[in-house]
């Protein structure tokens, strides 16, 4: 099982523990897992993400058996197409894109025309809710969380594979049951930020869509590793043994001509 | 799979839980408490110490209860709570902006066997208001819960929002009650309530709260020690268990690891409160 949510780099607003791909291996040979898709932290404010995406590649190359790039394409910048094009080349296992702190509405054509290119070159894009509880941001970390209809928008307009990280038991229903069967295929969730028990919204999204929707993500270095895996433990016995998706297996998908 | 419990056999307390009533509005509340007795066997919780609050805002403001409905949530606590004694002890919950009627809850949940006290956010912490509920519970011996928002920097609705400052004046005013503060994962900015709290040593933050940020746990122990904190769930309980798993890497001292777990609670309640855990002359002098 590889982890779809993890970061390297600093954190703007708050001091993260040495937030670097030596940690990240160590813990996820720790929580036995196989990978990460691997995201630049900083480059989430850059106005250009190509000295970012340029620095991730370098931190990750001598770990890529274990850490896959996960770069920035941004759909407003010239030049967004070859540089997409670029980095899957270069071994993209997704690309992430953040149209809150970009500014960019729900029915913006440019991130639809990212969703179309990724689905075309068969990358998942990535999306982030929030790397923060609302509650306690910085004052000027002044993006508000994704929306349901962000994601519902890309979902119909691209046959891409979308990966929702961070998304809480509401956001999720509302995209989800928004959606017709074909859309909802093509989104995945991680849980790190979704409820166990005693209220057991994880148990119950498990059982409404079904847990093959569901990814793992831990958001290291912001995030406890720990947590998902404590969720996973706490499901009650109906769902003790369903089976999430490998997030690996969305990458791995491109390589087979359909 | 394994049924031991997930986080080891030893004693455990969650010094902040819920549970729900009948009165709450939700259909569902047995199912709610169920699944918290279930998922606490699972991890190995010794001993819940929970509160009822009110209504849950069906017929009052889940943070400004109504008298009525502070009285109709203790009593279905001091039920369940009766009817579970091996594994549950209870606040009585109380609204600080009626006094009298505060007070004789307190009087009341104490004769029904609370072995403390839950303040929400009815009103700011270190509101006067406050006072004679503090010094009720220093002459019953009665710990004090209170709802905190780490760093409060505006308004938020449906509450008087305190923080770690407000709360650190109070427990100022009142040394010989011990305060925990709720949740330092539960929303806010964690990192402003520790050095807000580290000179009032008879305030303890609880652990809980949804937020699993990487580094509180160790500004925690930075800041306050492992003597001053107290482990907990309160509404998510598997950050809770990923919490215990965190100290297990931060490879504490076994001693410092049993304060976090239940000694601690043992010092605020007294041992008498949690006899499930290790004898009482186990547990260290404060």
Not at chain 1, 43 to 70: I, M, Q, Y
Not at chain 1, 96 to 110: E, F, H, T
Not at chain 2, 15 to 23: L, Y
Request: charged share 20%; hydrophobic share 45%; net charge negative.
């Amino acid at each position: 099982m590889i982890d779809c949510a993890a970061y390297i780099g600093h954190y703007p607003f708050r001091y993260l523990p040495h937030p670097d791909p030596e940690g990240l291996v160590r813990v996820l040979a720790r929580e036995g897992l196989t990978g990460a898709w691997v995201g630049h932290l900083p480059t989430v404010w850059h106005r250009d993400p190509a000295p970012g995406n340029a620095a991730l590649f370098e931190a990750l190359a001598s770990h890529r058996a274990l850490l896959a790039p996960a770069p920035v394409v941004r759909p407003d910048w010239p030049g967004w197409e070859r540089m997409l094009r670029d980095l899957v080349e270069r071994g993209a296992a997704c690309i992430r894109a953040y149209p809150m702190q970009w500014g960019m509405a729900s029915n913006d054509p440019r991130m639809i025309e990212l969703a179309r290119a990724c689905g075309e070159l068969a990358t998942p894009l990535l999306l982030t809710v929030r790397f923060e509880d609302l509650r306690q941001r910085h004052a000027l970390d002044v993006a508000p969380d994704l929306t349901a209809a962000h994601v519902r928008a890309l979902a119909r307009a691209s046959e891409g594979r979308l990966v929702v990280t961070g998304a809480g038991r509401e956001l999720i229903e509302e995209t989800h049951w928004g959606l017709t069967p074909d859309e909802q295929r093509r989104v995945h969730w991680d849980f790190a930020w979704v409820w166990g028990p005693p209220e057991e919204h994880l148990a119950h999204l498990f059982r409404t869509l079904g847990p093959d929707r569901f990814v793992y993500g831990t958001h290291w270095p912001l995030r406890l590793t720990q947590n998902p895996r404590a969720n996973l433990d706490l499901l009650p016995d109906d769902q003790r043994n369903a089976r999430i998706t490998d997030a690996g297996s969305l990458a791995a998908i491109r390589k087979t001509p359909t | 799979m394994s049924d031991a419990p997930l986080a080891g056999d030893g004693p455990l307390v969650d010094v902040h839980a819920h549970f729900c009533h009948a009165s709450a509005g939700r259909t569902d509340w047995e199912r709610i408490n169920a699944a918290r007795m279930w998922a606490g066997d699972r991890i190995g919780i010794t001993y819940h110490v929970a509160s009822i609050l009110g209504s849950y805002g069906h017929t009052s403001p889940p943070y400004f209860p109504s008298p009525e409905d502070a009285a109709c949530g203790n009593e279905a606590m001091a039920a369940l709570a009766a009817g579970d004694p091996m594994r549950l002890r209870w606040y009585v919950t109380v609204n600080p902006n009626h006094t009298a009627h505060a007070l004789g809850e307190i009087e009341r949940g104490a004769s029904l066997g609370a072995i403390g006290i839950k303040l929400l956010a009815s009103r700011r912490a270190d509101d006067p208001l406050l006072d004679p509920i503090c010094e009720l519970a220093a002459a019953r011996g009665l710990p004090v819960l209170h709802h905190v928002w780490q760093h409060r920097t505006r308004e938020w609705p449906n509450q008087e929002i305190s923080d770690g400052r407000d709360l650190a004046r109070l427990a100022e005013r009142h040394p010989r009650v011990s305060f925990i503060l709720a949740h330092l994962g539960g929303g806010g900015d964690w990192a402003h309530t520790l050095p807000a709290v580290r000179d009032v040593p008879n305030l303890h933050p609880d652990l809980s709260g949804s937020g699993v940020d990487r580094g509180m746990l160790d500004a925690a122990l930075d800041f306050l020690g492992a003597r001053r904190l107290l482990w907990a769930c309160d509404l998510t309980m598997e950050t809770g268990l990923a919490r215990l798993r965190a100290l297990d890497v931060l490879g504490l001292p076994a001693d410092d690891v049993a304060d976090i777990r239940w000694r601690n609670a043992a010092r605020l309640f007294g041992a008498a409160a949690f006899p499930r855990c290790l004898p009482a002359d186990s547990v260290r002098a404060t």
